[in-house]
């Protein structure tokens, strides 16, 4: 693979930058100059961040990934970014980025392994080979941050980890990819969504609960004190046990924001029901956000009280990340 001078890759670890250890341990340990050595890339800017797995990471990451990619994007020299990053949690690190970094017209494109770098079949060298087709080509100008894997483009609104060990670990439920790789050419089938953005900022801390069966407001009482944001995973179309609906009221009252989605995979939440369901859940002043995952609601929301946005303004970015 030749030189690519327009485009950063940024690297932070994650399978595709690990080898076993002397202990039989994989662990991340490869720096970016040592990646992209060995798929061969030549006039390549590599920018090494950090060496560990994503499940290892904090907000303060986030924030400190986020400034750094806009800190890249800025150079008028890059026409695109690649973050390489652990499969466990990169959804994440993409919804921050496209909440941070959604006004520039460079697309930032996220990828990794699920194979580490010793296998002789891994899919880290073609995962960052496409990713790097992408973060160059002309028609993934509008494309915003997406993820990259095995050949096909998810953006980072819709995707989601469906898979433990396969090679196809993302997909997005219910949307599919927004492009494929065919050879180095790169198909985009829809460009993203313009939403309002951002400052990059370390989240507040917000509450995820997800419901089972059998959970009462005392106990979703007990999961939500000394924070100040919530996300509710409900059942279904966005309900709840009948006793958790005067807790989200109380919350409110308090000046404490509720977000509701779904455990459910496709789909999105709507207030249908009564007797507990997403109607009582709604006039106690929760908000719905359709089918954006529970774990990207928290950042919306740890991001938007990290910014100091007023209640209204709060509502407004909900509803606007709650369509694709």
């Not at 989200?248 to 977000?259: A, E, F, H, N, T």
Request: proline residues 5%; charged residues 20%; contains cysteine.
């Amino acid at each position: 693979m030749t030189g690519y001078p327009h485009v950063r890759i940024i690297t932070t670890g994650g399978t595709i930058a690990s080898l076993p250890q002397d202990n039989g341990d994989l662990a991340a340990s490869l720096s970016g100059e040592e990646l992209v050595q060995r798929l061969g890339m030549a006039s390549v800017q590599v920018d090494t961040l950090t060496t560990m797995g994503s499940f290892a990471f904090n907000y303060e990451t986030l924030a400190f990934i986020g400034e750094r990619v806009i800190e890249a994007l800025e150079s008028p020299d890059v026409q695109g970014v690649v973050l390489t990053h652990g499969t466990d949690t990169m959804e994440e690190t993409a919804f921050y980025l496209s909440l941070t970094t959604g006004h520039y017209m460079k697309p930032v494109v996220l990828t990794g392994a699920q194979l580490d770098a010793s296998n002789p079949h891994g899919d880290g060298p073609n995962n960052l080979r496409n990713a790097v087709c992408i973060a160059q080509s002309e028609s993934a100008r509008n494309i915003g941050t997406v993820i990259a894997f095995a050949g096909f483009l998810y953006a980072a609104r819709e995707v989601r980890k469906v898979d433990t060990s396969a090679l196809e670990a993302f997909d997005s439920p219910g949307w599919g990819p927004v492009g494929r790789m065919d050879g180095d050419r790169v198909i985009v089938l829809r460009q993203a969504d313009r939403r309002p953005v951002l400052n990059v900022k370390v989240p507040v801390p917000v509450a995820l609960v997800r419901l089972g069966v059998g959970m009462t407001g005392a106990e979703f009482q007990q999961m939500c004190t000394g924070y100040k944001g919530v996300v509710l995973e409900a059942f279904g179309r966005g309900n709840a046990h009948p006793s958790i609906h005067s807790e989200i009221s109380r919350l409110v009252q308090q000046g404490v924001p509720v977000i509701v989605t779904s455990r459910c995979i496709r789909g999105a939440v709507r207030p249908v029901y009564g007797g507990g369901g997403g109607r009582d859940l709604e006039r106690a002043g929760a908000w719905f956000a359709g089918d954006l995952a529970g774990e990207k609601a928290r950042i919306l929301l740890g991001l938007l009280l990290a910014n100091n946005v007023g209640w209204q303004e709060m509502w407004r970015f909900v509803e606007a990340y709650s369509r694709p």
